[in-house]
């Protein structure tokens, strides 16, 4: 299974930026994905997470309203909208996937992950 994201930037504080992460390498609509990211010094944590159909959506509480995870299984495909960035909110990335279609919110859960994408926002 590959992931490769795509979509990192450099912005300023109340932009928005929108990440992509193509999947191949097995059958994507079966599978939950996931977006983590972490920080310099800080440990990877739980982004967003959305079930195999799309019907289930996860968010940690740090984004819940400003960022919208969706999949397109037809391209193979997740994305994470993120609106009303904040410098806090600067962090590498990364897309991931599991052996389950359900959504969970721990890395150990997740096992294979995309190469991650850098995001700065500046205040």
């Known amino acids: 299974v590959q992931l490769q994201a795509y979509g990192g930037g450099l912005v300023q504080a109340g932009d928005s930026l929108a990440l992509s992460c193509a999947a191949s390498?097995?059958?994507?609509?079966?599978?939950?994905m996931g977006w983590f990211r972490q920080a310099p010094g800080k440990e990877r944590e739980f982004v967003a997470g959305?079930?195999?159909?799309?019907?289930?959506?996860y968010y940690a509480d740090s984004v819940k309203g400003r960022f919208t995870i969706s999949r397109d299984n037809a391209r193979n495909t997740v994305y994470l909208q993120m609106n009303s960035l904040k410098p806090e909110d600067t962090a590498v990335y990364y897309c991931?996937?599991?052996?389950?279609?359900?959504?969970?919110?721990?890395?150990?859960?997740?096992?294979?992950w995309g190469q991650g994408t850098q995001v700065t926002v500046s205040s």
């Open positions: 959305i079930n195999w159909s799309g019907g289930s959506l």
């Open positions: 991931a996937t599991g052996n389950t279609g359900v959504v969970y919110t721990t890395f150990n859960r997740y096992i294979y």
């Open positions: 390498g097995r059958t994507f609509s079966s599978y939950t």
